[in-house]
């Protein structure tokens, strides 16, 4: 028999016999009528999950997880304010509908209906996914079944402390509002969850401000596998720089009342603390799951016996505040209720087009207020005696300094963060004197976690800050690619667009450095980066262009919401010369108001035989081979790409336009790399004569051979001869 049926009938057998589980006392911080709203909002969570059940066999319901057995949380969320910014497990119906009955016009029943039906009316996610997340309650949508979501509420907390010292312009959350994130025992065993935790403590220690309240749900197990008895005390308790409260998640009275002394001491002490709550699960893990196939039946009827919404009949008995008939009528009613509203809920229109879905890929864009012209005293108090230096050509690693100071003293929401770009500079000097020019709290130097670096900035930006973080090394971002797959470029789609973490992701990457490094600081792959939707991918190949392109990738931020990557190569940063001793790579610093925009290719020459399309080093190399060809009677352009998502396909094609010949290089490797893209475009277009150099399928090596895998200016004159000839038959 369904398990969930087995739960509803011993409710009903067990409240009308009185025959109630024991339990403590009720204590006296939750006021009766509170009691009962907390109840109504389980009762309710309860019904929610039967009739997503009966939905789903009918046809009309889709996947979902149900949050019975966790019904508590419904106390956590009064226990708390509603402008608190909550992060919330996949099973916290409960907290939503709590929370919800805290502010005025909220129709929470009749939303979660249309997200289990995928309706497009869906005021979260528009039809896209069942997901819990509502703007009017401070809660983003979580789709996330691990803990992805505990680094960016790492960052939404620091983000509150910050906002005191620089508030921006879009900010989002109150002054003395905290961060809550909530997850399952299983999910606290996940690195990304231990990252988190860990940065917290380690930002604690240091007496930076971090409001935050962790919240685990620990009904013992994961899916199938169980957490070790007293695993989550043992190894949450003594952790430096967060405070332990545990509480029995079963007892709305001692979650209400231990949540409500946690909840005061990180508002008042500014300082993490994590809420350990013991519950049970019902049901098994998700959908079609059956506990009983993996799970002795004697282990689940006991967790149903220990079904928390018992447990709150007795509490409300034993305070006075609602007989049993009562709590039983209300039970009944309220599934009355919900069953009826989702049979309207269902007919409500689904998503049909592709357009439909896609509509929410890329964020809308936001009214800002014009910048304020920064003032030539206040430009050189910054640039110290840098001013004169701007009227000569300098490396790349100078320009994009310079625009990252221009860019930080127009908007004081712009914050950088991560590993050495503060006192040291970066690795590659980069970053050297922003933090004396503009303090350490919008200069950051994170801990060596890239996660805690992306989930950061994911969280300032949910602040309204437009954060800069650094990801030291491309093969680094390996490390926390699903803070940029699976949270940030997923937020807009699966809120239809009311939430967005803006922000610009510096990586020092691609290959060609001599002598160091080996693959781990030399990665020529960007096909993590290619296929996550709606991201945008720079990749300037010189000085003047990086400084243009990081303004633009700032204003895709700021005004347009976007998630940008910005590629810089490392090779390039301090390059001075296109031939020995020549100086032509580098460049003068273009005036603050110049941009380059994403439909915008770098062309140099004319020629009309061959067109060479490339990037980054690519470009470098091509130019010199470029020297070689028209010496030898080729007549050659090079085409710079500098965005490499959205392939700017317009202006790409105009630049070819009228070449005989078109050779792509690309640096990165042959499979996934930027040329297959190119490749596929150029035979759709029907362009005529067409090939590629790409890099093979390799790590880089450290040593004489760092370049062997990867195209040089000898192997572009090769491939372009070679094309040329096959043009000519």
Not at 633 to 642: A, H, M, Q, S
Request: charged share 20%; proline share 5%.
């Amino acid at each position: 028999m369904d398990r969930a049926e087995i739960v509803h009938d011993n409710f009903l057998r067990r409240v009308a016999a009185d025959d109630l589980p024991k339990g403590a006392a009720p204590t006296d911080r939750l006021d009766p009528h509170m009691a009962v709203e907390v109840f109504r909002a389980q009762v309710t969570s309860r019904a929610l999950d039967r009739t997503s059940r009966r939905m789903q066999k009918e046809g009309q319901g889709f996947y979902t997880i149900g949050s019975s057995g966790h019904e508590g949380m419904a106390a956590v969320a009064r226990a708390l304010r509603p402008d608190d910014i909550a992060f919330l497990h996949y099973r916290d119906a409960a907290f939503q509908l709590a929370r919800a009955d805290q502010v005025d016009g909220q129709t929470m029943t009749w939303d979660m209906l249309l997200s289990f039906a995928c309706a497009v009316d869906d005021p979260i996610s528009g039809g896209r996914h069942k997901v819990l997340g509502s703007k009017a309650l401070f809660i983003p949508p979580q789709t996330s079944t691990i803990a992805s979501h505990l680094p960016k509420a790492v960052g939404a907390a620091y983000s509150l402390g910050l906002a005191q010292r620089h508030a921006p312009e879009h900010r989002q959350l109150p002054n003395d509002g905290i961060a809550i994130c909530s997850f399952g025992d299983a999910s606290a065993n996940h690195a990304t969850a231990q990252g988190a935790i860990n940065a917290a403590g380690w930002s604690s220690v240091q007496s930076a401000p971090l409001p935050l309240l962790f919240v685990c749900e620990d009904n013992g197990i994961g899916i199938s596998t169980k957490t070790p008895q007293g695993w989550i005390a043992a190894s949450m308790k003594h952790r430096p720089g967060v405070k332990y409260f545990e509480a029995d998640g079963l007892d709305i009275y001692d979650t209400f009342a231990v949540t409500q002394q946690a909840a005061a001491y990180v508002r008042t002490r500014k300082k993490p603390a994590f809420l350990h709550l013991r519950m049970v699960r019902l049901y098994g893990h998700a959908g079609p799951d059956v506990a009983t196939t993996y799970l002795p039946k004697s282990e689940v009827e006991q967790d149903e016996a220990n079904d928390p919404l018992l447990h709150s009949v007795r509490l409300l008995r034993d305070a006075g505040a609602l007989p049993l008939d009562c709590a039983l009528e209300i039970y009944k009613q309220t599934q009355t209720r919900v069953d009826a509203v989702s049979y309207e809920a269902v007919k409500r229109p689904r998503l049909k087009t592709a357009d439909q879905i896609m509509a929410s890929i890329v964020p809308p864009s936001r009214a800002c207020k014009p910048t304020n012209g920064v003032t030539m005293d206040a430009r050189a108090l910054a640039f110290d005696g840098e001013i004169k230096a701007q009227s000569t050509p300098q490396t790349m690693s100078k320009l994009i300094n310079w625009a990252l100071t221009d860019l930080m003293l127009a908007h004081s929401e712009v914050v950088l963060m991560g590993e050495d770009v503060g006192l040291k500079g970066g690795v590659y000097g980069v970053t050297q004197k922003l933090q004396k020019r503009f303090g350490k709290s919008r200069v950051i130097d994170s801990l060596l976690d890239e996660q805690s670096i992306l989930g950061l900035a994911i969280g300032l930006g949910h602040n309204g800050f437009v954060p800069i973080p650094e990801i030291q090394f491309l093969a680094y971002l390996h490390n926390a690619e699903d803070q940029l797959r699976g949270e940030a470029a997923t937020l807009p789609f699966f809120s239809n667009g009311q939430f967005t973490n803006p922000m610009v992701l510096r990586i020092a990457g691609l290959g060609y450095q001599k002598g160091f490094g080996g693959h781990f600081h030399n990665d020529n792959s960007l096909a993590v980066l290619r296929d996550i939707p709606g991201l945008i991918i720079a990749c300037p190949s010189c000085g003047a262009d990086a400084a243009a392109m990081m303004r633009e990738a700032v204003r895709l931020a700021r005004e347009e919401q976007r998630v940008v990557v910005f590629v810089e190569p490392i090779a390039l940063y301090h390059t001075r010369d296109l031939e020995d001793g020549d100086g032509a790579w580098m460049g003068l610093y273009p005036t603050p108001e110049k941009r380059i925009g994403l439909d915008e290719v770098g062309i140099h020459g004319n020629g009309r035989d061959l067109a060479i399309v490339t990037y980054g080093n690519g470009h470098y190399l091509s130019r010199q081979a470029a020297k070689v060809l028209e010496a030898t009677g080729t007549k050659t352009r090079v085409i710079d790409l500098r965005w490499l998502a959205p392939l700017p396909k317009s202006s790409l094609l105009d630049a070819i336009s009228g070449c005989e010949n078109v050779l792509i290089v690309d640096e990165c490797r042959a499979t996934g790399g930027q040329a297959e893209g190119l490749m596929a475009m150029f035979a759709e277009e029907q362009i005529g004569n067409f090939a590629r150099l790409v890099a093979q399928d390799s790590f880089i090596a450290t040593g004489p051979a760092y370049a062997a895998t990867m195209p040089s200016k000898d192997s572009i004159i090769e491939a372009a001869n070679d094309l040329m000839k096959r043009g000519e038959k």
